[in-house]
């Protein structure tokens, strides 16, 4: 799936090349001469401009989105291993979405979406199948062509936000039901995650070539690059599950992911989830975690005794932090596999960072 040559470079990024070496060190667990990190700064002498909203391109008007997106790239200075990219959506709960569900959108300024659960008994609806004919489905994948036919050599398209294996049973079923399904018809739980799991493979594979992904590497939803097939793995459902159960449904789902994707990000979403740490880190094929401390919650900051167990796990780490915090976490953890993620007020500040980080490492 790895292309055998791909381009140096891209209008905004001119040293592709040299980012993709940074990329593929990151991914080996070893450093050049520095951890990662993907810095956006102000773009010197142009006006700033902003990016297309979440769920930009839903109603199909596809241009406008991909108008801003190019407005907003050519106005942002990338440095580090920070690449330009665009991630479509039509909202967390797509995948379902793709599979039938309705998607009701907020009217309000929230720019979120939710499902309309339509699954009233597993009996009526398993096996699960991708209609290939499905609108929204359809839909997405003409955005991604749109996306890649007017942005190639400039900005990246990046996979979807699938939400995938039980959320996406949650999505078709509501949370509070499946919950119950879990004791009242576990079989039939059963043959819908199966159906699901192997449902994952022909959307990913979609959006991929969709994307030309396979010319270009690939971007997970969120900014991580990877050449072949790169992409988030998450179960939010996760929080709701006892151990036992996880192991039944979701981590095996997961193990799967992981090893069809050449590089995986666990997006591991809140304290409620932490009970299913090690198995979640014991996934083989898994590459690194993204933790997202969740509502109410402090920063990343709070968590550096949680970061150091994950690296004991053998495992990579996205930290979202300011340019400020960065002395705290370099002195702390362990630079191999380590992808920071930050803001800069000026080219100037997002280079000198770079350079402290060259000089403390």
């Not at 292309?3 to 070893?30: K, N």
């Not at 790169?230 to 151990?243: E, G, H, K, R």
Request: proline share 6%.
């Amino acid at each position: 799936m790895v292309a055998t040559t791909l381009p140096d470079s891209l209008e905004f990024r001119p040293d592709f090349a040299e980012a993709r070496r940074y990329w593929e060190a990151f991914w080996a667990g070893e450093i050049i001469d520095r951890p990662g990190i993907m810095i956006r700064a102000p773009r010197d002498g142009c006006e700033q401009r902003p990016g297309p909203e979440y769920m930009a391109g839903h109603d199909g008007n596809f241009d406008r989105a991909i108008d801003m997106a190019l407005e907003k790239a050519a106005c942002t200075y990338f440095a580090g291993e920070a690449l330009p990219c665009y991630t479509p959506s039509f909202g967390p709960d797509q995948f379902a979405g793709f599979l039938g569900v309705d998607l009701e959108r907020s009217p309000d300024s929230t720019g979120t979406s939710w499902s309309m659960p339509t699954v009233a008994d597993w009996a009526d609806v398993l096996p699960l199948e991708l209609d290939v004919h499905n609108p929204m489905w359809q839909r997405m994948l003409a955005f991604v062509r749109r996306i890649t036919e007017r942005c190639e050599g400039k900005v990246l398209c990046s996979h979807l936000d699938l939400h995938s294996n039980f959320d996406a049973l949650a999505a078709m079923r509501l949370p509070e039901r499946l919950c119950f399904d879990l004791y009242d018809c576990p079989e039939a739980v059963d043959r819908a995650i199966a159906d699901v799991r192997r449902i994952y493979f022909e959307v990913y594979a979609g959006v991929y070539y969709a994307g030309r992904m396979d010319q270009w590497g690939s971007l997970g939803w969120g900014p991580f690059y990877g050449e072949g097939r790169t992409n988030y793995t998450q179960c939010d459902f996760i929080c709701l599950l006892s151990p036992e159960m996880a192991r039944r449904w979701v981590i095996p789902a997961l193990e799967e992911e992981c090893s069809f994707l050449d590089h995986s990000v666990y997006h591991y979403d809140g304290p409620d989830a932490l009970v299913h740490l090690k198995d979640i880190c014991s996934i083989k094929d898994l590459d690194v975690i993204s933790w997202v401390p969740g509502a109410r919650n402090p920063g990343h900051g709070h968590y550096i005794e949680l970061f150091q167990r994950i690296q004991t796990y053998g495992k990579g780490l996205d930290i979202n932090c300011s340019l400020d915090q960065l002395p705290y976490f370099h002195e702390r953890l362990k630079p191999e596999g380590v992808m920071y993620s930050c803001w800069a007020r000026s080219q100037k500040e997002a280079d000198d960072a770079i350079q402290w980080l060259k000089d403390h490492t």
